[in-house]
Nanobody, 116 residues
Framework: QVQLVESGGGLVQPGGSLRLSCAASGSAFSIDRMGWYRQAPGKQRELVAA???????NYADSVKGRFTISRDNAKNTVYLQMNSLKPEDTAVYYC??????????WGQGTQVTVSS
């Protein structure tokens, strides 16, 4: 049974930083892509950043230069370092993992609130 455990969300002031983590366990298959999505109230879920097994990355334009995605393949963990946070970054952040056989799993979501 695959489990994705997210951590690192919270309340931060504008200009602050947070680091999200998402650890995958319970699968005998290797992981292809890992990514972070977010959903703000009243808005659709959107891609924030993604990283392939070869560590190619892509980012939403709104976070380029502020957020960095990385992964530790030995730990099946993906990270999102978020710097220079803005109020508009406030959302529930979800990790998404795609295994090599094509199955997709989502984390439970972690709240990030940027407010003074």
């Amino acid at each position: 049974q695959v489990q994705l455990v997210e951590s690192g969300g919270g309340l931060v002031q504008p200009g602050g930083s947070l680091r999200l983590s998402c650890a995958a366990s319970g699968s005998a298959f290797s992981i292809d892509r890992m990514g972070w999505y977010r959903q703000a109230p009243g808005k659709q879920r959107e891609l924030v950043a993604a990283i392939t097994s070869g560590r190619s990355t892509n980012y939403a334009d709104s976070v380029k230069g502020r957020f960095t995605i990385s992964r530790d393949n030995a730990k099946n963990t993906v990270y999102l370092q978020m710097n220079s946070l803005k109020p508009e970054d406030t959302a529930v952040y979800y990790c998404r993992v795609v295994f090599n056989m094509g199955l997709i799993y989502w984390g439970q979501g972690t709240q990030v609130t940027v407010s003074s």
